[in-house]
């Protein structure tokens, strides 16, 4: 307790001395690129550069003053406008909360962690909320959204300052509740302290990030945190999943569990193919079913998952069934792309799925559509947990019939090198259907212009992303655009065929 009041006592004063220096709370920072006058700028150590090596260019910029980070630093401060704060990383969310008059204070903010699910089931959320005429933003990593308005993030969840900022932002356009993904980095970087949480939810636990964490224990303890650390009305768990179930252990309050298997929200898939599924769900003795457009076990869990968070806030299970209905795919999780020809086309599917849990049951989901051939395109990205990449190769050889390893954000790193990797995964048995290229747009390219029209294939690793990292550089790249001119390029080629057939009769 006496620590808490320390830590009010000294937001109060650099709110004061913020207020003294005639700061108009406007904005804050830890971007000293994006400074303009007015702002507070933050000064904390990054991954990769020292914001407090910046401080003279945000004050020539305009800052109207600098919160500096002290652990660590050496610099003298000779500037009223510079306000040296201890601790400042871990503290800048609850001191960015209090600048911006507490936004979370006014809105329904459900919070979503786990490996894989998370930007799923905020869209989709955010989709329910807004129908029961509860207009919801979106967090994560899709940008920021709320209706047909979107703008950029740059992290699935962004930095403590630009937290806050978003949620301010939100609300001053007419949001009441914000559906934000909470990534482990996140948790473990205290970007989402000084948040208040109404529901919090957890959705699995399977490997990502090692390069970061280091163990799935330490993994684990980040996604923990959510729970926690963090007081909220209602928390959401997966009790299928190993993980969920340790936490529904732990007799947290305001618990309820949701499940295929076993949950307080219980599921069962009735029916599925490559149109849909129709998923019964129980609550209480009572149920209904759910038919819908999405595909795959791992989307009947995510809806569980939102079905669960709707239930906990009070609306009927009924009214849940009809808006689980209408839900629409977020871009890049499992979407179909086609093009309007009269040439019979494979079935494309583009999906966001970069660990080998989700590889795996992204597989699954597409060979249940019952193809006569699956084929698979995908690589890992650079500079990120080199561990899973045989793993990977594995997965995509034991479920595929077809595998195109190749670059997905080789970042700097060497992507044949990365290549090499993935198939070192693969036996001997099992390589001769394993094909390489370095470029990506020429695997896309390749799969699909060979594929048989009652072939299924599956673009996984980028989903929505509209570039490719190479070198520190993003070029423009989208899996979905390059899907669709293989289509287009497939369909001239049949055409042109057919067109040769006939001359000859």
């Known amino acids: 307790m006496m620590a808490v009041l320390e830590d009010a006592a000294a937001r109060a004063s650099i709110l004061s001395r913020l207020d003294a220096l005639a700061v108009k709370r406007q904005r804050m920072t830890v971007d000293s690129r994006t400074v303009s006058p007015g702002d507070v700028f933050v000064a904390i150590p990054g991954s990769l550069v020292d914001g407090r090596d910046f401080v003279a260019l945000a004050l020539a910029q305009g800052a109207a003053a600098v919160l500096r980070e002290t652990s660590g630093a050496t610099a003298k401060n000779d500037d009223t406008r510079v306000i040296d ?8 969310g609850d001191i960015a909360d209090a600048f911006y008059g507490h936004p979370s204070s006014s809105l329904r903010v459900i919070g979503i962690t786990g ?24 967090v994560g990593t899709l940008g920021v959204s709320l209706g047909a308005k979107t703008w950029s993030t740059h992290n699935t969840t962004p930095d403590a300052a630009h937290v806050q900022t978003i949620l301010r932002d939100l609300k001053d356009v007419g949001a009441l509740a914000v ?31 090692l390069d970061f964490h280091g163990t799935m224990h330490a993994y684990g303890a980040a996604k923990a945190k959510l729970f926690t650390d963090y007081p909220a009305a209602h928390r959401i768990i997966n009790a299928d999943d190993e993980f969920g179930a340790q936490l529904i252990a732990k007799k947290l309050p305001n618990t309820l569990s949701y499940g295929l298997d076993q949950g307080d929200v219980l599921g069962h898939v009735e029916s599925m193919d490559g149109s849909g599924m129709r998923l019964a769900i129980s609550v209480a003795g009572n149920t209904v079913s759910v038919a819908t457009r999405l595909i795959g076990r791992f989307n009947a869990y995510n809806l569980l998952a939102v ?11 009924e009214q849940v069934a009809q808006i689980l209905s209408s839900l629409t795919p977020a871009p890049g999780r499992m979407q179909r792309v086609s093009t309007i020809s009269n040439v019979a086309e494979p079935c494309v ?16 989901t597409v060979r249940e559509t019952r193809p006569q051939a699956l084929t698979v395109v995908f690589g890992c990205g650079g500079d990120r947990d080199r561990s899973k990449r045989r793993l990977m190769g594995k997965i995509a050889a034991d479920r595929a019939d077809r595998v195109y390893v190749t670059s997905d954000n080789p970042r700097r790193e060497q992507p044949a090198a990365i290549i090499d990797e993935i198939i070192a995964g693969v036996s001997m048995a099992q390589r001769s259907a394993i094909n390489r ?10 799969a699909i212009t060979t594929a048989d029209a009652n072939d299924a294939i599956l673009i ?46």
């Not at 699910?117 to 129908?131: C, E, H, V, Y």
């Not at 079905?307 to 299970?317: D, I, K, P, Y």
């Not at 599917?349 to 699954?364: E, N």
Request: glycine content about 8%.
């Open 85 to 92: 704060v201890e601790n400042l990383s871990a503290r800048l």
């Open 115 to 138: 490996t894989n699910g998370k930007t799923s089931i905020a869209n989709w959320l955010s989709q329910a909320l807004s129908a029961l005429n509860m207009p919801c933003g979106a």
């Open 179 to 209: 559906a934000m993904e909470v990534s482990s980095h996140a948790l473990e970087l205290h970007r989402v302290t000084g948040t208040r949480f109404d529901a919090v939810v957890f959705t699995n636990l399977t490997q990502d990030h």
């Open 307 to 317: 079905a669960a968070t709707l239930v906990a806030a009070g609306v009927a299970l």
């Open 349 to 364: 599917y583009v999906d966001y799925a970069h660990t080998p849990d989700a590889l795996a049951k992204a597989l699954d």
């Open 437 to 446: 290229f370095v470029l990506r747009r020429v695997a896309i390219h390749q």
């Open 460 to 505: 996984a690793g980028k989903g929505h992303e509209t570039y490719q990292e190479i070198n520190g550089i993003r070029d423009a790249f989208s899996d979905v655009d390059e899907a669709l001119l293989a289509l287009a390029a497939r369909g001239s080629q049949k055409q042109n065929l057919r067109g040769a057939g006939n001359v000859g009769q």
